[in-house]
């Protein structure tokens, strides 16, 4: 059974910084793009950010460019965002999953940046 667990959120204040892991299970992790995705209130999910199977190609959307950056444990089966100088425009519910397979969503975990 494919399963995501992701965590490490949490409140913190404008300018902060977080760092978000992802476990894949049920999956030959190191064959697959992984993808960090959020979910603001009322918004679409959208892509943040993804990571070749290599870890060798990463890309982001403009809103995280320089902030934000994605990595991967392929031993673990894990893949983090770290994220940093956070903006209230950043709360949302972060997930992950593979980019190229309609994977379900895990339960994803939530960011809050406020003062």
């Known amino acids: 059974q494919v399963q995501f667990v992701e965590s490490g959120g949490g409140l913190v204040q404008p300018g902060g910084s977080l760092r978000l892991s992802c476990e894949a299970s049920?999956?030959?992790?190191?064959?697959?793009?992984m993808g960090w995705y959020r979910q603001a209130p009322g918004k679409e999910r959208e892509l943040v950010a993804d990571i070749s199977s290599s870890g060798g190609a990463t890309t982001y959307r403009d809103s995280v460019k320089g902030r934000f950056t994605i990595l991967r444990e392929n031993a673990k089966n894990t893949v983090y965002l770290q994220m940093t100088s956070l903006k209230p425009e950043d709360t949302a519910v972060y997930y992950c999953r593979r980019t190229n397979i309609r994977d379900a969503w895990g339960q994803g975990t939530q960011v809050t940046v406020s003062s």
């Open positions: 049920g999956i030959k992790f190191s064959a697959y793009t």
